[in-house]
């Protein structure tokens, strides 16, 4: 939906749009579940009601002004008026409204100013309704469908499935903030390719990346003997499934998410396990991995500098503390002539497979690039100090090989993973606002998880400024 002309109807607007991202998701994804008469009835007036306060603007530039007779003085004693409606701020219009009340108290006779008077408002009432009823219309999808059929015949095309095995069943992963997740179940074929994963591009995404990319790299640590789902096949154009997309294996296991009441030494057994995959992603060579060699140092201030520009070029709004943050982040990057190595970038627990106490996958790595070692220890430290003894972590990830610790080097990456994540959210709330993908999930990481974030970055700021 294009931007309206002024800064307040802008903010109206997007105001607008999240409410109704929320109205969709209270039809689709929870009216279903409800079972009370209830629960049906209040939802029937939330969805409602969230429609009326999501008008947004009824101009009245094209309704006549009324030819209001001379009133006495007194006649108007009514306090100002700064809306036109409960919903509407018009300020014009409601003083025009107010003054036709007063001219119709002081001359009841005049018939005809009356009925302009009732026109008039009538008028607004019927603009109103029409803005109410496009913002309830029936909407396009935001995201194509995925169809069984035509992943099928897809897939069909593929020698490892041209032996008649078809799409038994798809079904969504709640959740993705970055990339959208199915699962498909195959009719028939070997065990490895019954069960697959598919991931696919957003219609616009916070990392403003695509999960093609990831497939040459995950095919390459596979290669090297880390547990990564290895791509089955890719689909860049977007033609089968609206976007494009990469099939992997499904593999075993399931993530952490929330609070974890798992037996401290299985925490500490799975806190291990990833420790000495980090080790051995750190210890791979980058020309290996068919990357390039450049010193760490370098690795890191291009980062720094990339994300800047995203932030730069995505913003909708200044903020003084990730100016402060990029300012004093390109200022201290940690020297580092040795050569860079990969890092995954987002090393925690909701991006694992743990299947009977042990690590059978690392996810997501979507922001892997060349870097410091350091910054995967400080990210995985922020989810696993809190549930398991950090020392021994430290412990396991060297015992495997990586390279030792330096605290003062993480000080660093404290203040820049939240800097980046403020960033993507930053992003996200971008392609709300600009209509590229307005769902709740974007609003959710521009309107609540980029506060998250840009508190953390103050709170890291004041330590090292």
Not at 223 to 241: D, F, S, Y
Request: aromatic share 8%; glycine share 6%; proline share 8%.
């Amino acid at each position: 939906m294009p931007l309206a002309a002024t800064p307040s109807s802008r903010v109206a607007q997007a105001q607008a749009d999240v409410l109704h991202a929320l109205q969709r998701d209270l039809r689709e994804v929870i009216a279903p579940e409800l079972s009370s008469d209830a629960a049906r009835s209040t939802l029937m007036m939330v969805d409602e009601m969230l429609g009326w306060i999501g008008v947004t603007q009824a101009s009245g530039d094209d309704l006549a002004q009324l030819p209001i007779p001379p009133l006495e003085q007194g006649a108007l004693s009514s306090p100002p008026y700064d809306a036109g409606s409960e919903l509407i701020g018009d300020e014009a219009f409601a003083q025009m409204m107010a003054q036709a009340a007063a001219a119709i108290s002081a001359a009841p006779d005049d018939r005809a100013f009356a009925r302009a008077a009732i026109q008039a408002e009538a008028a607004r009432l019927a603009r109103e309704d029409a803005l109410f009823a496009t913002s309830q219309a029936e909407r396009a999808p935001l995201d194509t469908p995925l169809s069984p059929e035509r992943l099928s015949a897809w897939l069909g095309n593929l020698a490892d499935f041209q032996g008649g095995s078809r799409v038994a069943a798809v079904s969504r992963v709640v959740g993705g903030f970055s990339k959208d997740t199915w699962l498909v179940d195959m009719t028939d074929g070997p065990d490895a390719l019954r069960k697959l994963v598919l991931r696919r591009d957003l219609p616009f995404g916070p990392g403003e990346n695509s999960v093609v990319d990831e497939a040459p790299l995950l095919a390459a640590l596979s290669a090297q003997g880390l547990p990564v789902p290895r791509p089955i096949a890719v689909e860049r154009t977007g033609a089968v499934a609206g976007t494009p997309f990469i099939l992997v294996p499904r593999l075993p296991g399931k993530a952490v998410f929330g609070d974890w009441d798992a037996e401290p030494t299985l925490r500490a057994a799975i806190a291990a396990d990833v420790a000495q995959t980090m080790a051995h992603c750190h210890r791979i060579d980058a020309q290996t991995l068919g990357l390039p060699t450049i010193a760490q140092q370098d690795a890191v201030a291009a980062m720094v500098s990339l994300w800047r520009g995203k932030w730069e070029r995505r913003r909708l709004y200044p903020s003084a503390i990730l100016e402060a943050a990029f300012a004093w982040l390109a200022a201290n990057v940690p020297p580092g002539p040795q050569p860079a190595c990969l890092v995954h970038g987002d090393v925690s627990f909701r991006n694992t497979l743990i299947e009977q106490g042990r690590l059978t996958a690392l996810l997501d790595w979507e922001f892997a690039h060349l870097g410091d070692p350091v910054e995967d220890l400080s990210y995985f430290e922020l989810v696993a100090a809190p549930v398991t003894d950090w020392p021994a972590v430290l412990q396991a990830y060297e015992a495997a090989g990586g390279p030792p610790y330096d605290p003062a080097r993480a000080r660093f990456y404290a203040v820049w993973r939240s800097t980046r994540n403020a960033v993507t959210t930053a992003t996200a709330w971008h392609g709300f606002v600009r209509g590229l993908y307005p769902v709740s999930k974007a609003a959710y990481q521009g309107l609540s998880l980029y506060r998250f974030f840009l508190r953390d970055v103050a709170a890291k700021l004041e330590e090292v400024l």
